[in-house]
């Protein structure tokens, strides 16, 4: 087990100057990007995994602190470990580590890897079996994070084929302007499709005219050619804003 200034000793070791500086590129840290402003270890997320349960010991303020950083892979590893916690720890643990992390979309929670890494195993998982209209709430939210948090929080529910949420999300978001949450909705509909493709084709056969080509390409991924040919052809897809 670590404590916080042996982790951030592990982590400084860990660091590579060559993947922080690919990873800047990649996650578009430039101006006017939607990363702008975030800053990189440069630490392969296998890495950041294994440390997870040598932090089980570490204090919940110190996760917070961790999640609070400037440096994207602290944020993360500190996301993971919330992930690990909320797994393991009895209800009233799961609602105090979900109310924290909620708070946290949109500020620590800022970017799409680690919402789509953690998102659907806090949130998703603990409104399975609750209200969900957080969820709608976060869909119309104006931060990007939020909106693709709502989305993500979807798969836990489709992991367990229950698919109405996911497609009333979906549905909400189905005309969105950024292409991280065309991306997402159409992920999350070819991972509707995958267990239920009557389901996936009912919601496409509604939409398919309008939404956005990026959307509609992840969307039916895994269709046969010709199906898939049937869809690109439905009408004048949008092209969605890059």
């Known amino acids: 087990m670590v404590d916080l200034n042996e982790l951030e000793q592990v982590l400084a070791e860990l660091a590579d100057p060559e993947i922080a500086a690919h990873s800047a590129r990649f996650f578009k840290t430039g101006k006017g990007e939607y990363g702008e402003g975030d800053t990189f270890l440069g630490i392969r997320v296998p890495q950041l995994r294994k440390l997870v349960p040598k932090c089980r010991q570490l204090s919940l303020t110190a996760v917070m602190d961790l999640l609070h950083s400037p440096l994207h892979e ?25 109310t924290l992390y909620v708070k946290e979309i949109g500020s620590g929670i800022n970017n799409w890897d680690l919402i789509d890494t953690t998102c659907p195993h806090i949130v998703g998982a603990w409104l399975y079996k609750r209200d969900r209209s957080l969820l709608y709430r976060l869909a119309g939210s104006e931060n990007l994070w939020q909106r693709r948090a709502a989305m993500l929080a979807c798969f836990y529910f489709i992991r367990k084929e229950d698919f109405i949420d996911a497609l009333k999300i979906a549905a909400l978001l189905v005309e969105d302007r950024e292409d991280l949450i065309h991306k997402a909705v159409g992920w999350m509909l070819r991972e509707t499709g995958k267990r239920d493709q009557q389901a996936a084709e009912q919601f496409l056969q509604q939409h398919c005219a309008t ?3 990026t959307m509609l390409r992840y969307a039916i991924e895994r269709f046969a050619p010709e199906k898939r040919k049937q869809y690109m052809n439905c009408g004048k897809n949008k092209e969605g804003t890059k």
Do not use: W
């Not at 690990?84 to 979900?98: A, L, M, N, W, Y």
């Open 74 to 98: 602290k944020r993360l590893v500190a996301a993971l470990i919330l992930v690990d916690r909320f797994k393991r720890g009895s209800v009233d643990e799961q609602e105090k580590i979900f």
């Open 211 to 213: 939404m956005p080509r």
